[in-house]
């Protein structure tokens, strides 16, 4: 990506090369439809010209009946050519229409597979984001419209120079006059020839250099176009913001923050529009002198009787089209040159290495549920951050233990977790389940060991069955059962659609709205649904208030069981059901025992923070 531009000839042929073989394997034989796509339509032109020219010729000559009648039959073909170019254009159009979501599919399809660290990295988030914003103006997409000019521009070249090498052999049937001697031989057609490549040459550097400033003015439009979509879409259309631009009256600034967006991003379009109107006014005046040397050579050649009318029209189109075809193969070569940037960020991002150790062993399926983790000596820092989120973290997980994790926010409760089910794993130390080293378990084997409920847990549109099993096909009586016991069987009883009901309206109109206790007790049946050993509840209730947690709290505590339950809260009144309290400070563990033992420790953490909360408390 930061070889932007630097690219070799030869790398931009293999990012070309590997873009193509995945467009194929999407749409099979693709760029076959392309290239056909345009060798039709080049026929057709380049084809009806020739017959046009032809019976021009003929009327205007022998006015042979039979050869005339052939020629207008030529015109069936036409039609022929016509369908099937009809044809592969829906192939290529379809392609066209599906491309942008599946480019999108392919990297949703990487955010789910990379290692989950990668997914909270600022700098990986940046390279999607980045993505994104080209995505507009490069893409799949565009490299199969440059293609297609490739194609284009030189199925035009061959049949056309076809047909206009034959000038060189065009002579006059008469005696000539010394100046049209020179006009007649093909020293004058290879004269005419070179000063038409000349121009074109000419014109393809200045078009290269237009590009460039065109591809770099493109990417400051982009940039700023991104920032107004962020405006637009994800800071301002969004119902929260909308009750804090009332109170505090803050129409005024965003307007003035906007409006220069807009005129940052307004002053990089007139720019760019300048560049491209600049490219086309020299195309323009290329083109213009080259044609104008055309119609005189062919004139000429008229005149001094090597050819008719038809070859006028014939001659006049074949070399208009061969300086054409120059044309599109410069834009096309240094757009698709330009578009490899977004290529070769796009498969950057699908390359990206796995960093974790994913072992093969399988996790042990214990009708008993005896399992045993221990972390040893852990430590843990961030990915980019120099501070220590966990210390030298030892610590036992008891089968059928209830265990808590107490202390204040940030002191490493969450990371834990993490920790435990190797979303992360740790820079220093290890953690063994049953005397293993979790690193050398089977990865999906050992995640299906644990439940977690999030505080930041995420239900989707999907229906609140599948919500709950997390698949389509699943057990209604046992999502019905985890709907029950997580306590939402009366507001079952009002959903028309019961478990088929879709969650939110995002998709269906008929969709249910929950409140947020509705959706913590959803996502807490889907934990049960799952029926893993391990159970964890990381502060999904810490938006309510204290007596309500330690409701759910100690609802779940009745709902799970034999499993291991592990709770999480920065209210110690939420755990004091467990067996064990860990209380977390700054990333480590600094006591570990039950409520009653912790709380005789007068000098201990957890009798401070007890009592610091306790005020808040309505002690029943
Ligand atoms: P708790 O769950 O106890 O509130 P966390 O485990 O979430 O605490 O956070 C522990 C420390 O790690 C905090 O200092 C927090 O800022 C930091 N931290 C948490 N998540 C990240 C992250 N994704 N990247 C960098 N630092 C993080």
Same mark, same amino acid.
């Given at each position: 990506?930061?070889?932007?531009?630097?690219?070799?000839?030869?790398?931009?042929?293999?990012?070309?090369?590997?873009?193509?073989?995945?467009?194929?394997?999407?749409?099979?034989?693709?760029?076959?439809?392309?290239?056909?796509?345009?060798?039709?339509?080049?026929?057709?032109?380049?084809?009806?010209?020739?017959?046009?020219?032809?019976?021009?010729?003929?009327?205007?000559?022998?006015?042979?009946?039979?050869?005339?009648?052939?020629?207008?039959?030529?015109?069936?073909?036409?039609?022929?050519?016509?369908?099937?170019?009809?044809?592969?254009?829906?192939?290529?159009?379809?392609?066209?229409?599906?491309?942008?979501?599946?480019?999108?599919?392919?990297?949703?399809?990487?955010?789910?597979?990379?290692?989950?660290?990668?997914?909270?990295?600022?700098?990986?988030?940046?390279?999607?984001?980045?993505?994104?914003?080209?995505?507009? $103006?490069?893409?799949?997409?565009?490299?199969?419209?440059?293609?297609?000019?490739?194609?284009?521009?030189?199925?035009?070249?061959?049949?056309?120079?076809?047909?206009?090498?034959?000038?060189?052999?065009?002579?006059?049937?008469?005696?000539?006059? =010394?100046?049209?001697?020179?006009?007649?031989?093909?020293?004058?057609?290879?004269?005419?020839?070179?000063?038409?490549?000349?121009?074109?040459?000419?014109?393809?550097?200045?078009?290269?250099?237009?590009?460039?400033?065109?591809?770099?003015?493109?990417?400051?439009?982009?940039?700023?176009?991104?920032?107004?979509?962020?405006?637009?879409?994800?800071?301002?259309?969004?119902?929260?913001?909308?009750?804090?631009?009332?109170?505090?009256?803050?129409?005024?600034?965003?307007?003035?923050?906007?409006?220069?967006?807009?005129?940052?991003?307004?002053?990089?379009?007139?720019?760019?529009?300048?560049?491209?109107?600049?490219?086309?006014?020299?195309?323009?005046?290329?083109?213009?002198?080259?044609?104008?040397?055309?119609?005189?050579?062919?004139?000429?050649?008229?005149?001094?009787?090597?050819? =008719?009318?038809?070859?006028?029209?014939?001659?006049?189109?074949?070399?208009?089209?061969?300086?054409?075809?120059?044309?599109?193969?410069?834009?096309?070569?240094?757009?698709?040159?330009?578009?490899?940037?977004?290529?070769?960020?796009?498969? /950057?991002?699908?390359?990206?290495?796995?960093?974790?150790?994913? =072992?093969?062993?399988?996790?042990?399926?214990?009708?008993?549920?005896?399992?045993?983790?221990?972390?040893?000596?852990?430590?843990?820092?961030?990915?980019?951050?120099? /501070?220590?989120?966990?210390?030298?973290?030892?610590?036992?997980?008891?089968?059928?233990?209830?265990?808590?994790?107490? =202390?204040?926010?940030?002191?490493?409760?969450?990371?834990?977790?993490?920790?435990?089910?190797?979303?992360?794993?740790?820079?220093?130390?290890?953690?063994?389940?049953?005397?293993?080293?979790?690193?050398?378990?089977?990865?999906?084997?050992?995640?299906?060991?644990?439940?977690?409920?999030?505080?930041?847990?995420?239900?989707?549109?999907?229906?609140?069955? /599948?919500?709950?099993?997390?698949?389509?096909?699943?057990?209604?009586?046992?999502?019905?059962?985890?709907?029950?016991?997580?306590?939402? /069987?009366?507001?079952?009883?009002?959903?028309?659609?019961?478990?088929?009901?879709?969650?939110?309206?995002?998709?269906?109109?008929?969709?249910?709205?929950?409140?947020?206790? $509705?959706?913590?007790?959803?996502?807490?049946?889907?934990?049960?649904?799952?029926?893993?050993?391990?159970?964890?509840?990381?502060?999904?209730?810490?938006?309510?208030?204290?007596?309500?947690?330690?409701?759910?709290?100690?609802?779940?505590?009745?709902?799970?069981?034999?499993?291991?339950?592990?709770?999480?809260?920065?209210?110690?009144?939420?755990?004091?059901?467990?067996?064990?309290?860990?209380?977390?400070?700054?990333?480590?563990?600094?006591?570990?025992?039950?409520?009653?033992?912790?709380?005789?420790?007068?000098?201990?953490?957890?009798?401070?923070?007890?009592?610091?909360?306790?005020?808040?408390?309505?002690e029943k």
């Amino acid at each position: 990506m930061n070889a932007k531009n630097k690219r070799t000839l030869k790398q931009d042929y293999l990012l070309v090369k590997r873009a193509v073989k995945l467009i194929n394997d999407n749409t099979p034989h693709f760029v076959f439809y392309i290239a056909f796509y345009s060798f039709c339509c080049a026929a057709v032109s380049v084809g009806s010209n020739y017959i046009t020219a032809s019976i021009v010729d003929e009327l205007t000559g022998n006015r042979r009946i039979k050869i005339l009648i052939i020629l207008l039959s030529c015109y069936l073909l036409e039609i022929v050519l016509k369908i099937l170019r009809d044809y592969s254009w829906r192939r290529v159009r379809t392609f066209h229409i599906i491309a942008p979501k599946w480019e999108e599919m392919l990297l949703n399809a990487k955010n789910f597979e990379m290692d989950y660290k990668k997914t909270e990295d600022a700098s990986v988030r940046a390279k999607r984001q980045m993505i994104t914003d080209r995505s507009d $103006e490069s893409g799949f997409n565009e490299l199969t419209v440059n293609i297609m000019y490739f194609f284009d521009g030189l199925f035009y070249l061959l049949m056309c120079s076809a047909i206009t090498v034959s000038l060189f052999f065009r002579h006059a049937g008469r005696v000539l006059s =010394g100046g049209e001697r020179i006009i007649d031989s093909p020293l004058f057609t290879l004269a005419f020839f070179i000063i038409i490549f000349a121009l074109s040459f000419i014109q393809y550097k200045f078009n290269i250099r237009f590009s460039k400033t065109i591809v770099k003015a493109n990417q400051k439009k982009s940039l700023a176009q991104s920032r107004l979509h962020y405006y637009f879409d994800e800071y301002l259309d969004d119902s929260k913001s909308a009750k804090d631009v009332r109170i505090f009256n803050q129409s005024k600034l965003i307007n003035h923050s906007f409006n220069r967006f807009y005129d940052e991003w307004g002053s990089y379009n007139k720019t760019l529009y300048r560049f491209m109107k600049k490219r086309y006014d020299y195309y323009n005046l290329f083109y213009l002198i080259s044609n104008a040397l055309t119609y005189v050579f062919v004139a000429l050649k008229v005149y001094i009787g090597a050819f =008719g009318i038809g070859g006028f029209i014939k001659y006049q189109y074949c070399i208009a089209r061969i300086m054409e075809s120059g044309f599109d193969f410069s834009v096309c070569f240094s757009k698709i040159r330009a578009n490899n940037d977004y290529i070769e960020m796009f498969f /950057e991002y699908l390359d990206m290495p796995s960093e974790m150790h994913y =072992g093969k062993i399988p996790t042990e399926k214990r009708s008993d549920n005896i399992y045993d983790i221990e972390f040893h000596n852990v430590s843990f820092k961030y990915p980019g951050s120099d /501070e220590y989120a966990i210390k030298n973290l030892s610590f036992r997980f008891k089968v059928g233990e209830r265990v808590a994790v107490v =202390g204040m926010n940030g002191s490493g409760k969450t990371t834990m977790i993490k920790l435990l089910c190797r979303l992360y794993d740790p820079t220093e130390g290890y953690i063994t389940l049953n005397g293993i080293d979790i690193t050398k378990y089977d990865y999906e084997d050992y995640l299906a060991l644990f439940a977690v409920v999030f505080q930041d847990f995420r239900l989707f549109s999907f229906t609140l069955g /599948e919500n709950v099993a997390c698949e389509k096909d699943y057990n209604k009586s046992k999502v019905l059962q985890c709907l029950d016991t997580a306590g939402l /069987e009366e507001r079952l009883k009002q959903i028309d659609r019961n478990l088929d009901a879709v969650i939110y309206k995002d998709f269906d109109d008929d969709g249910i709205e929950i409140s947020g206790g $509705e959706a913590q007790k959803i996502a807490i049946a889907r934990a049960l649904y799952k029926d893993a050993p391990f159970v964890i509840l990381d502060e999904p209730t810490a938006s309510l208030d204290p007596l309500a947690e330690y409701e759910i709290y100690s609802r779940f505590n009745d709902m799970v069981k034999d499993k291991t339950a592990v709770y999480i809260s920065h209210r110690l009144s939420s755990c004091r059901f467990c067996d064990k309290i860990a209380v977390f400070h700054e990333g480590k563990m600094i006591q570990f025992g039950s409520h009653e033992k912790l709380l005789e420790n007068k000098d201990g953490k957890y009798y401070e923070l007890w009592n610091a909360q306790a005020q808040y408390y309505i002690e029943k």
